[in-house]
Nanobody
Framework: QVQLVESGGGLVQTGGSLRLSCAAS????????MGWFRQAPGKEREFVGR????????RYADSVKGRFTISRDNAKNTVYLQMNSLKPEDTAVYYC???????????????????WGQGTQVTVSS
């Protein structure tokens, strides 16, 4: 069992930056790949990025590539999402999730994640 708690959301102006954190409980955190997803009002939840269990490999949605960076500190049981050059269309609730290593799903498929945080709101003003 993994429990996830996101933090770091807030209100920022266009072009600004935020860093989200996702703190995980459980001694097996380092064995999970971790993902970030977001859901804007009236839209479906979408993939943002993913980091491998070791932190070496990352994948990003095209919409955030070059602006967002995912990292993790397994000693602190925490994964981060650094968001730069924020745009109004980045406004959403952001969720971190722990990947199910046996799902067989694509890394961007939310059905491949079996533990989710409660989400943190990010609002980018124009």
């Amino acid at each position: 069992q993994v429990q996830l708690v996101e933090s770091g959301g807030g209100l920022v102006q266009t072009g600004g930056s935020l860093r989200l954190s996702c703190a995980a409980s459980g001694r097996t955190f380092s064995s999970y790949a971790m993902g970030w997803f977001r859901q804007a009002p009236g839209k479906e939840r979408e993939f943002v990025g993913r980091v491998s269990s070791s932190g070496i490999s990352t994948r990003y949605a095209d919409s955030v590539k070059g602006r967002f960076t995912i990292s993790r500190d397994n000693a602190k049981n925490t994964v981060y999402l650094q968001m730069n050059s924020l745009k109004p269309e980045d406004t959403a609730v952001y969720y971190c999730a722990a990947a199910d290593p046996y799902s067989g799903r694509a890394y961007s498929d939310e059905r491949g994640y079996n533990y989710w945080g409660q989400g943190t709101q990010v609002t980018v003003s124009s």
